[in-house]
């Protein structure tokens, strides 16, 4: 069936380095990956969505490239702020007839001063 | 407006009682989830409504309850809360059915059973 897999519960780094968030999925069906992020006490909100093969995605400073060879959707950052801390949803959709989200078991980004 | 609300953000429940979790959108979507999230867990989906349409997951499916008596609302009932049904319970909503809808999401009800 189809899985999302995030390698990376926590992650902690220091303001203004780079960050890769680790995102593999496995769908048998043509796949569009999305990426939400939960700020403490707020709604899960999209951050990125794709479903073309090797192009890259951007919004807010994050970028993510579908890699359908490698069945990856990595989250990027070039430099993270401490606004970025969040709990960081990766999530699969496959091509069916319903909307239906299988999501990553979700990365813990600390940004510290 | 794309806000997604939940009612109540607590609830604090005893093993044995009905639990019933509200949720609402001002989009007029056409579908609504709710999901289950626990500590270091995938959200895990229970069902849906696409309209008036209830589709729940085989593994919940004795589980979970839920009705939309209009476009704007959908609740999620347990019957009989256990223990193991403590849990953030997430709602969201998307304009379609199509894989490449958005879901906006609402920020949760923490559902706590004693």
């Known amino acids: 069936g189809d899985s999302v897999t995030q390698t990376e519960g926590l992650v902690t780094l220091t303001k203004g380095l780079p960050v890769m968030l680790n995102c593999t999925y496995q769908t048998t069906y043509s796949p569009f990956l999305f990426w939400y992020v939960q700020h403490l006490n707020e709604a899960p909100k999209l951050l990125l969505k794709s479903s073309t093969d090797n192009k890259r995605t951007e919004h807010q400073g994050f970028y993510a490239t579908l890699h359908k060879s490698s069945s990856s959707f990595h989250l990027q950052k070039s430099s993270v702020q401490l606004s970025d801390s969040a709990l960081y949803f990766c999530?699969?959709?496959?091509?069916?007839?319903?909307?239906?989200?299988?999501f990553g078991s979700g990365t813990k980004l600390t940004v510290e001063p | 407006d794309t806000t997604v609300k939940q009612n109540p953000r607590y609830k604090l429940a005893r093993v044995g009682k009905p639990v019933n979790l509200i949720c609402s959108q001002t989009?007029?979507?056409?579908?609504m989830y709710w999901y289950q999230k626990k500590p270091n867990q995938a959200p895990k989906l229970l069902l849906f409504?696409?309209?008036?349409?209830?589709?729940r997951e085989a593994d919940t499916f004795e589980k979970f309850q839920s009705s939309r008596p209009n476009n704007s609302f959908c609740s999620l009932y347990i019957g009989s809360a256990g223990l193991e049904y403590s849990a953030m319970y997430l709602c969201?909503?998307?304009?379609?059915?199509?894989?490449?809808?958005?879901?906006?999401f609402g920020p949760g009800t923490r559902l706590l059973v004693l």
């Open positions: 969201a909503s998307s304009r379609d059915r199509g894989n490449q809808d958005t879901q906006y």
């Open positions: 989009m007029n979507h056409d579908t």
């Open positions: 409504y696409y309209d008036k349409i209830l589709n």
């Open positions: 999530a699969l959709s496959e091509m069916s007839n319903y909307n239906v989200l299988y």
